[in-house]
Structures are given as structure tokens and as C-alpha cells.
């Protein structure tokens, strides 16, 4: 019964991150699950109680303006403290990955326009996967910009079902695994990282900065559902095998913290190299999240496993 327990509890942590626009965000981390198991990879120890505080943060952190800043090439940072959004520019109008919750959408406006660039000037807005912490925004994003909505075609029921103060999601054009979409002379691919929900997409481009090109990787979250059944199970199993084959020289996440950014972004203030340029950190975030996906499976009853 212990046992049971505490996989219901952890459940509730793995589950789907998805506050609605009144929720107590921070009242859910006060209230975590039973903080195990732990895992530790490359000397720091993660539980699921750390792995979401490092994720989500405070109330304060999720809506609060993060200073937007270059990444990489045509590739900025628009998000919160906690919350991920990333600005694409090109010529033709540009592309916004993670609209997050509909409260950050004016504060993800300002930090455009800190940039010097126009809000109006969003053609398509993208997202990472259905869970309200990234994508319940897109409808005020597309009312105020008129821009395109894209989502993978897994993920398209999950985000219909996502409707702040009751406006219905838009989705003007569905996505398959590897279709690409292009504006500008920008391409990104599309890739079907399935496990935190079915329509997980990781996506991929390429960036020119100093004469060289770098593969860029926008990586959907790895961490592992409430549940995992046998097909869940081999969802994350070939997600995590098709993270590790991407071509990658700059990884960010869906959540900053999935990618030190606050410590590549102080070092981006040295005027050095560039911090975000770095291969060797690509797939640390999906080391982390493997090995807390095989302890949580370890744990689970037999049934449970393929």
C-alpha cells in the first residue's frame, strides 16, 4: 500500500503542469509528492520535488519578464524567469515558439519590443507541447498578431481542451512528424518527441553567426507522464534515442533552467564567446530526465512495465 502511495504522489508531480489562469501555482509546490526517488548525473542529485522547482519556480517567477537577449544567430529569449518563448526573426515576419500563459502574453509584447523588433510582426507562432505553462496564450497571441498557429497533430486534442476564459484554441495549419515550416529563409523541423504528452515536438534549425553555422535545438520536455504504461514507455524510449541523434551545437528548453540559462546569460555579459554555443551541454537535459524515467519505472509494479 506504502508503494501505491507513493506512485499516486509521484504521479502528481509527473503529471501535466497545466495552471489554468486563476490556479496557485505556488501552492502546488508547497504540497509536493514524497521526494523520491533521487538520481544524480554528473555530480548534482535530482529528485522530483527539485526537478519541478528548478522547472516552475515561484508564482512570481512564471510571469515575471526575464531581460530578452540574443541567443544565437536570428534566435532571441522573450520569456519569463521560468517560462520559456523564443523569438525566430527573418525578413518576411517573424516566428514565436511558446506563447506560455495568456498572463505573460503582454510580457512577452514588451520584450520584443525591448529588442527594437514589432510584436505585429509575428507571422506564425509554434509551440512545444499542450500543456498550459507554454501554449495557453496562443489565442490572445494570434487576436492581437494575426499570426498562424502550427501544432503537431498528436498534441491537437490536449490544446483544444486548453480555452482561457473560454476562447476556443486556434490551430490554422496541423503538423506531422519532420514537416518543416519556413518563412523568411528560416526553416524549422518538426520532430515527434512523444512521452510528457503525445504531441511532444522538439524543434530543430540552423543559425549563421561569425561565419560558421550551428545547429539549433528547441527541446521539448522529457520528463516522464503520471502514468507510464507499456506504449508510454516506448514513446520516451525512442524520444530519448532521437534527442541523442540530433545534430546540436545550442540546446535550449522549455523551461530556462533545462539549459542554465541565467548562468550562460551572466557569461554573455563578459562579451566572450558565446556562451549558449555549447555542444557538450546538449544532451544533459535528456541525462537528467532518462535516469529519473528509469528509477520511476524501476519503482512501478511489474504490470506496469513492457
Known amino acids: 500500500m506504502k508503494r501505491v502511495s507513493r506512485l499516486n504522489l509521484f504521479a502528481c508531480l509527473l503529471g501535466a503542469t497545466v495552471f489554468g489562469p486563476g490556479a496557485n501555482t505556488s501552492q502546488a509546490q508547497n504540497s509536493p509528492p514524497a521526494d523520491r526517488p533521487a538520481v544524480t548525473v554528473k555530480g548534482q542529485t535530482y529528485t522530483p520535488r527539485s526537478i519541478l522547482a528548478r522547472n516552475m519556480g515561484t508564482a512570481e517567477d512564471q ?9 544565437v544567430g536570428n534566435i532571441y529569449y522573450v520569456g519569463t524567469r521560468t517560462l520559456s518563448s523564443f523569438l525566430i526573426v527573418t525578413p518576411e515576419g517573424n516566428i514565436l515558439i511558446d506563447s506560455t500563459y495568456e498572463r505573460n502574453v503582454r510580457t512577452i509584447e514588451k520584450s520584443i519590443t525591448d ?10 507562432l509554434l509551440g512545444n507541447h499542450a500543456h498550459g ?3 495557453e496564450g496562443d489565442a490572445l497571441v494570434k487576436q492581437l498578431t494575426g499570426a498562424q498557429v502550427m501544432a503537431m ?3 491537437v486534442p490536449a490544446l483544444k481542451a486548453i480555452k482561457p476564459g473560454g476562447k476556443e484554441h486556434p490551430i490554422d495549419k496541423i503538423l506531422h512528424d519532420g514537416e518543416a515550416v519556413t518563412l523568411g529563409g528560416t526553416t524549422l523541423v518538426a520532430h515527434l518527441t512523444p512521452g510528457h504528452t503525445r504531441g511532444c515536438t522538439t524543434w530543430t534549425t540552423t543559425v549563421q553567426e561569425g561565419g560558421r553555422t550551428y545547429n539549433v535545438v528547441f527541446s521539448c520536455s522529457l520528463r516522464a507522464p503520471a502514468v507510464l504504461t507499456p506504449a508510454t514507455v516506448d514513446e520516451m524510449n525512442r524520444s530519448f534515442r532521437l534527442v541523442r541523434a540530433l545534430p546540436c551545437d545550442v540546446q535550449v528548453g522549455d523551461h530556462p533552467a533545462q539549459y542554465n540559462m541565467q548562468e550562460k546569460y551572466a557569461k554573455l555579459q563578459n562579451r566572450g564567446p558565446n556562451p549558449f554555443i555549447d555542444p557538450a551541454s546538449c544532451t544533459l537535459e535528456a541525462d537528467i530526465q532518462e535516469a529519473m524515467f528509469k528509477a520511476v519505472l524501476a519503482e512501478q509494479p511489474q504490470a506496469a512495465r513492457p
Open 133 to 135: 505553462d507554454h501554449q
Open 153 to 155: 497533430a498528436e498534441d
Open 63 to 71: 510571469t515575471t519578464q526575464f531581460p530578452p537577449h540574443k541567443i
Open 115 to 124: 529588442l527594437g523588433f514589432k510584436f505585429s510582426d509575428v507571422k506564425i
